[in-house]
């Protein structure tokens, strides 16, 4: 079994910045393989950025340039920094673990997630 707790959402005007994280548990650090959703009111849950071990990272076109996924794999942690945020990014956040040969950000490649953080940017 594999517990996932994200951390780091909150309130921000737009043009602001956070730093989500997720602590992972109950698993060996080698065995999946990490990314980032997210899922806004009233929209599906769509994939933000996926991380291999080698550290080989994958973004929606629509946080591109903007957000930077990266992982403590001594400290099995997640991090997604978010910079330049936008209304339009205001959803709840997941992480989530898939085994190593899923498709990325695919939503039924994950087998794990955690139950969220909450980002709120205000124009």
């Known amino acids: 079994q594999v517990q996932l707790v994200e951390s780091g959402g909150g309130s921000v005007q737009a043009g602001g910045s956070l730093r989500l994280s997720c602590a992972a548990s109950?698993?060996?650090?080698?065995?999946?393989?990490m990314g980032w959703f997210r899922q806004a009111p009233g929209k599906g849950r769509e994939g933000v950025a996926d991380?291999?071990?080698?550290?080989?990272?994958i973004y929606a076109d629509s946080v591109k340039g903007r957000f930077t996924i990266s992982q403590d794999n001594a400290n099995d942690t997640l991090y997604l920094q978010m910079n330049s945020l936008k209304p339009e990014d205001t959803a709840m956040y997941y992480c989530a673990a898939r085994p190593r040969n899923r498709p990325r950000l695919w939503i039924g490649s994950y087998d794990y997630w955690g139950r969220g953080t909450q980002v709120t940017v205000s124009s």
């Open positions: 991380i291999d071990r080698d550290g080989s990272t």
């Open positions: 109950g698993y060996t650090s080698r065995s999946y393989y």
